[in-house]
């Protein structure tokens, strides 16, 4: 792969089809992708590629089906290949907050973005849940202290000297990092939801947050991958996409 960012692989094919509404905007497409590479079990592309489809009846030839399908696993492609890498998906001008009379806020295009991740994770989260199945039948079979060791090696780097994520649960870690994605993904939702002290202080620590989102994103495929060990067939799966 080269240097460009997965979104480039899909930025053309799913722009032309997103001016007439059958898909959603690129930005929205590639935090779908994200989300579909970063599950612990990687669905086939037959189940996940309509999710992307927006209007039941959509105008689409068999050419136009055929050039999205391969837009979508080169899209998919890319993001694993960062994942391999340790690379960020995005732009690190998106973690940069935007000015507005209401104070800082994330951009229009992280908000596509994190709102596509969290459409496909909805849509996946059985899979994240028979994962952790699969990690508490490895825990009968070996000790917490082993497994958690074993699972912390490659771990760490993104949140150093804060938390003893050795300690926490996959489902602690999870949540923390769909907490942040959705609040960053509709934040007014969120303010909403707070006492006005809450959303006092939501509103004032809104740069820092975005400013931490590639260590939480880190943190969620980290996971994964931690999860995904504990499938059974992962190498057959892993080898069936790239």
Same mark, same amino acid.
């Given at each position: 792969?080269?240097?460009?960012?997965?979104?480039? %692989?899909?930025?053309?094919?799913?722009?032309?089809?997103?001016?007439?509404?059958?898909?959603? /905007? /690129?930005?929205?497409?590639? *935090?779908?992708?994200?989300?579909?590479?970063?599950?612990?079990?990687?669905? !086939?592309?037959?189940?996940?590629?309509?999710?992307?489809?927006?209007?039941?009846?959509?105008?689409?030839?068999?050419?136009?089906?055929?050039?999205?399908?391969?837009?979508?696993? +080169?899209? &998919?492609?890319?993001?694993?290949?960062?994942?391999?890498? *340790?690379?960020?998906?995005?732009?690190?001008?998106?973690?940069?907050?935007?000015?507005?009379?209401?104070?800082?806020?994330?951009?229009?295009?992280?908000? &596509?973005?994190? +709102?596509?991740?969290?459409?496909?994770?909805? !849509?996946?989260?059985?899979?994240?849940?028979?994962?952790?199945?699969?990690?508490?039948?490895?825990?009968?079979?070996?000790?917490?202290?082993?497994?958690?060791?074993?699972?912390?090696?490659?771990?760490?780097?993104?949140?150093? *000297?804060?938390?003893?994520?050795?300690?926490?649960?996959?489902?602690?870690?999870?949540?923390?990092?769909?907490?942040?994605?959705?609040?960053?993904?509709?934040?007014? &939702?969120?303010?909403?939801?707070?006492?006005?002290?809450?959303?006092?202080?939501?509103?004032?620590?809104?740069?820092?947050?975005?400013?931490?989102?590639?260590?939480?994103?880190?943190? %969620?495929?980290?996971?994964? *991958?931690?999860?995904?060990?504990? &499938?059974?067939?992962?190498?057959?799966?892993?080898?069936?996409?790239?």
């Amino acid at each position: 792969m080269s240097e460009a960012l997965p979104i480039t %692989y899909i930025q053309d094919v799913v722009q032309k089809h997103a001016a007439s509404n059958v898909l959603p /905007p /690129p930005m929205q497409a590639d *935090g779908m992708i994200f989300a579909v590479a970063a599950t612990p079990e990687i669905p !086939m592309p037959e189940q996940w590629m309509p999710w992307f489809i927006q209007q039941s009846g959509s105008r689409l030839i068999d050419s136009d089906v055929d050039e999205l399908a391969d837009t979508l696993m +080169n899209g &998919l492609r890319a993001h694993l290949d960062f994942m391999r890498q *340790g690379r960020g998906p995005l732009d690190s001008a998106l973690f940069v907050a935007v000015d507005t009379p209401s104070g800082a806020r994330p951009s229009e295009s992280l908000v &596509l973005w994190l +709102n596509g991740l969290l459409q496909v994770h909805k !849509m996946v989260e059985p899979v994240w849940q028979s994962a952790w199945r699969h990690l508490e039948q490895k825990r009968d079979t070996k000790s917490d202290k082993k497994l958690y060791e074993q699972a912390s090696e490659d771990k760490g780097r993104a949140h150093q *000297g804060t938390r003893d994520d050795a300690q926490e649960t996959p489902e602690v870690r999870l949540s923390r990092c769909l907490k942040m994605f959705s609040t960053l993904a509709n934040v007014e &939702l969120a303010l909403k939801h707070r006492t006005d002290e809450q959303a006092a202080q939501l509103n004032d620590n809104l740069t820092l947050l975005i400013k931490q989102l590639p260590a939480v994103l880190q943190d %969620y495929i980290k996971l994964a *991958g931690e999860l995904a060990d504990a &499938l059974p067939n992962q190498f057959e799966m892993f080898n069936k996409v790239t």
